[in-house]
């Protein structure tokens, strides 16, 4: 089992739709986690990252974590086609700074 | 402020040759880190280096694989000799961070694809 799981997708929605991108982990040390974004042939961009379990909002994206079912999301509000891409979940033991991915969900807005 | 630099970005090499791959990072960023990403996978820790040190290489295929960083600068990873399997984006990133503090932010360069025929 890969300590970090996502689905790979792909997800096509409408412009302005709301997207929900989820994980799931197996490792209980993970206590950092981000979301990068990843345009084609670029490398990813930090897009949020959250420390232990709760919500963080940054204009149209929200990330969320729950520790007790290990589970991480990243919601965006509004996509728009800018935000096609391939969105990375990770995590981050406190102890080595080893960050752990997902394989990467790609997303397509449709205008 | 410029980013991490990558170069080549793009390299075709045959099974049993060798390669290297050069990252310049951003200045003043003592953490350097070299993922590979093969396509359809997320990033795949190789080595990181805190200056010119290694602090974790326990993903790193030693008997082919090769990195350093000198001067705490600029740093190269070298393949030899390539097998098939290593077909796939060779991703540097860069952090201010030291060992003592758990997160800071990893920039990431584009990358260098390789395919290995």
């Known amino acids: 089992q890969k300590e970090v799981e996502q689905d790979p997708g792909p997800l096509s929605v409408p412009e302005g739709a709301i997207v929900s991108l989820n994980c799931t982990y197996s490792n209980s040390a993970f206590q950092y986690f981000m979301w990068y974004r990843q345009y084609s042939r670029k490398g990813p961009e930090l897009l949020m990252y959250t420390y232990s379990s709760g919500n963080k909002e940054d204009g149209r994206f929200t990330a969320q974590v729950d520790k007790s079912s290990k589970y991480i999301s990243l919601f965006i509000r509004d996509s728009q086609p800018s935000d096609s891409a391939t969105y990375l979940c990770?995590?981050?033991?406190?102890?080595?700074?080893?960050?752990?991915f997902g394989k990467g969900t790609l997303l397509t807005v449709n205008p | 402020e410029a980013g991490v630099a990558q170069s080549p970005r793009y390299k075709i090499i045959e099974k049993r040759q060798s390669v290297a791959f050069w990252c310049n990072p951003i200045?003043?960023?003592?953490?350097l880190y070299w993922y590979q990403q093969i396509l359809g996978q997320g990033p795949k820790l190789l080595i990181q280096?805190?200056?010119?040190?290694?602090?974790?290489d326990s993903q790193l295929p030693k008997d082919r694989f090769s990195a350093e960083r000198l001067k705490g600068v600029d740093s190269t990873l070298k393949i030899q000799p390539a097998k098939l399997e290593d077909s796939a984006v060779y991703l540097c990133?860069?952090?201010?961070?030291?060992?003592?503090?758990?997160?800071?932010?990893?920039?990431f360069g584009p990358g260098t694809r390789l395919t290995v025929t």
């Open positions: 990770a995590a981050l033991e406190g102890s080595n700074y080893k960050l752990t």
């Open positions: 200045s003043g960023h003592a953490t």
């Open positions: 990133a860069s952090s201010l961070g030291n060992v003592a503090i758990p997160y800071y932010e990893q920039y």
């Open positions: 280096f805190q200056n010119n040190g290694v602090v974790d």
